[in-house]
């Protein structure tokens, strides 16, 4: 099966093609959100040509950061995906709007191709009551749409998937207990049961949660009102501070990536890092605790190379307080980027 991978974003979009599951193109539009979705689709469909690509076994798959309850999972793009992307729009107008042009133009460009959604949030719809409940009327949060989401679910399924595989091979037939780490520009730690998710770092926005590159993470909010009201910055320009000059950059002084920060030897960074690290330790003990105990881990996400970093200094803690299974220690890397993972879905679904 031939699969074209689509991923928008907020300037640029990204694709890969895939021919039976070998990549064979990839690249970004960039000036996507000013040119249209249809222009840029129109690119992309001459490349994927060029390759040979398109055929009448080609689908397309196309990425979705937030599909809310609506998309428990992956959906064919279709009437019935319109009307319930138009019913999540005012939870999140931006994104919602751009995913639904795209969707439309991909109808128009690959008119003979069948089209899947498929949504970051899908993983997290069936979290327990318990941890995607905030603690505030039940009227208001149903009003508002508030509960907690996890914005990494495509890399933690498909990375317990294999970790889960894993434990089966050494003979286990319960469900694996797992702590999925997806080292992305922001970072997202899972509890995950077998199939299931149980935590996730990661809130109602992707604010919440660990310090990413440029997000602040979880912080007090009476600081968010502080930046809008006495530093004079309003709700617009502390939105814009905390979530795109915080975090690893605003420690750093500059614009960081998430593995230079855990490979160098600067002082600035070393600064920085042992402030993520020690949210990642939170994080991991809260997930272990929900758990009760790890019997695997498993890294994801493009920087999931930097995994040892990160394990040298959370594991040794779960090990001390007991929560480490006996073959947890051996942590898994899950090296396929999301547009592998993406292309995947067309077979799994």
């Not at 992956?74 to 138009?86: E, H, Q, W």
């Not at 208001?140 to 996890?150: F, M, P, T």
């Not at 998710?197 to 009102?225: K, Q």
Request: hydrophobic share 45%; with cysteine; proline share 5%.
């Amino acid at each position: 099966m031939n699969t074209l991978v689509l991923i928008p974003g907020r300037k640029s979009l990204r694709y890969a093609g895939f021919i039976a599951g070998r990549e064979t193109c990839t690249g970004t539009i960039r000036g996507f959100r000013w040119q249209g979705a249809r222009a840029a689709l129109d690119e992309v469909r001459t490349i994927a040509q060029a390759v040979g690509l398109l055929d009448d076994a080609t689908s397309v798959v196309v990425h979705g950061l937030f599909g809310g309850e609506e998309f428990p999972g992956p959906a064919a793009v279709n009437g019935d995906a319109f009307v319930r992307l138009d019913r999540i729009a005012r939870q999140s107008p931006l994104h919602v709007a751009g995913l639904t042009e795209t969707a439309h133009a991909v109808q128009e460009i690959f008119p003979r191709a069948p089209a899947r959604l498929a949504f970051e949030t899908s993983f997290f719809v069936d979290l327990p009551a318990r941890e995607r409940t905030y603690a505030m009327s039940p009227e208001l949060a149903q009003k508002l749409a508030l509960r907690r989401w996890g914005y990494h679910g495509l890399f933690h399924e498909a990375a317990s998937l294999e970790a889960g595989r894993g434990w089966r091979k050494r003979g286990f037939d319960q469900p694996a207990r797992i702590l999925s780490i997806c080292l992305e520009a922001q970072p997202e730690i899972a509890a995950v049961l077998g199939r299931r998710p149980i935590t996730v770092t990661s809130g109602a926005t992707p604010l919440e949660g660990l310090p990413g590159e440029t997000n602040s993470g979880e912080i007090d909010p009476a600081v968010a009102l502080a930046l809008a009201g006495e530093a004079g910055l309003g709700p617009e320009g502390a939105n814009a501070l905390l979530v795109g000059g915080s975090g690893l950059s605003g420690l750093v002084g500059h614009r960081v990536r998430l593995d230079h920060v855990l490979a160098s030897k600067r002082s600035d960074c070393v600064r920085a890092r042992d402030v993520l690290l020690y949210r990642m330790l939170l994080a991991s003990g809260t997930a272990a605790a929900a758990l009760g105990g790890v019997d695997a881990v498993v890294f994801s996400g493009r920087y999931a190379s930097c995994s040892a970093v990160v394990a040298q200094h959370v594991l040794p803690h779960l090990d001390r307080a007991g929560a480490l299974g006996p073959h947890a220690s051996e942590w898994t890397i899950f090296a396929k980027p999301l547009e592998a993972v993406l292309a995947d879905t067309t077979i799994a679904n």
